[in-house]
T-cell receptor, first 113, second 113 residues
Framework: EAGVAQSPRYKIIEKRQSVAFWCNPI?????LYWYQQILGQGPKLLIQ????????DSQLPKDRFSAERLKGVDSTLKIQPAKLEDSAVYLC???????????FGPGTRLTVL | RKEVEQDPGPFNVPEGATVAFNCTYS??????FFWYRQDCRKEPKLLMS???SGNEDGRFTAQLNRASQYISLLIRDSKLSDSATYLC??????????????FGKGTHLIIQP
């Protein structure tokens, strides 16, 4: 079974630039999550989708971050404009239902200079 | 936001020894509990779920104490390959389908030959 796919794996940008990350969940998984993991910390949930609807985005900095899952499959996370403190690994996870194990993708490592 | 607290370590343990980690959580209404393992520069992977009655998987034993709001992980006969960061994870199950996991910062374990 193919795992959660993410791209790009690495991204270096300058502050105030924009960046987008892509996630393809495991086939058939209805629930998709984006997490931010800053070095030395555990992952922090940014947003949770159930199919194409947002369930929880309470920790998403909405002034600069946006995410969508238009067709209920792939998802994109965008940052515009980026700040230095956005340097982190952005992890996508998916689960078959909200009650099932979450499987994580390899992450996108973002460096903001 | 709900908190999950762990001792970051590092724990330096000789191969073959037994090591235990604890984790505390702040939300008494939390519903699901897990230990995830994260290797350096890799994504988190589920190690085991934690059940109220306690559960064991080979050399690993997890226990939950709801009254004191802590979770433990015991590793017996530790192997070099057990070296990793162990993340304590809680699903608060806040309803409305919001099931994002809350991660602790992780405990870094180093098994020494």
């Amino acid at each position: 079974e193919a795992g959660v796919a993410q791209s790009p794996r690495y991204k270096i940008i300058e502050k105030r630039q924009s960046v987008a990350f892509w996630c393809n969940p495991i086939s058939g998984h209805a629930t998709l999550y984006w997490y931010q993991q800053i070095l030395g910390q555990g992952p922090k949930l940014l947003i949770q989708f159930q199919n194409n609807g947002v369930v929880d985005d309470s920790q998403l900095p909405k002034d600069r971050f946006s995410a969508e899952r238009l067709k209920g499959v792939d998802s994109t996370l965008k940052i515009q404009p980026a700040k230095l403190e956005d340097s982190a690994v952005y992890l996508c996870a998916s689960s078959y239902t909200r009650w099932d194990t979450q499987y994580f993708g390899p992450g996108t490592r973002l460096t903001v200079l | 936001r709900k908190e999950v607290e762990q001792d970051p370590g590092p724990f330096n343990v000789p191969e073959g020894a037994t090591v235990a980690f604890n984790c505390t959580y702040s939300n008494s209404a939390s519903q699901s509990f897990f230990w995830y393992r994260q290797d350096c520069r890799k994504e988190p992977k589920l190690l085991m779920s934690v059940y109220s009655s306690g559960n064991e998987d080979g050399r690993f034993t997890a226990q939950l104490n709801r009254a004191s709001q802590y979770i433990s992980l015991l590793i017996r006969d530790s192997k070099l390959s057990d070296s990793a960061t162990y993340l304590c994870v809680v699903n608060h199950g806040e309803g409305g389908g919001a099931d994002g996991l809350t991660f602790g910062k992780g405990t870094h374990l180093i098994i020494q030959p």
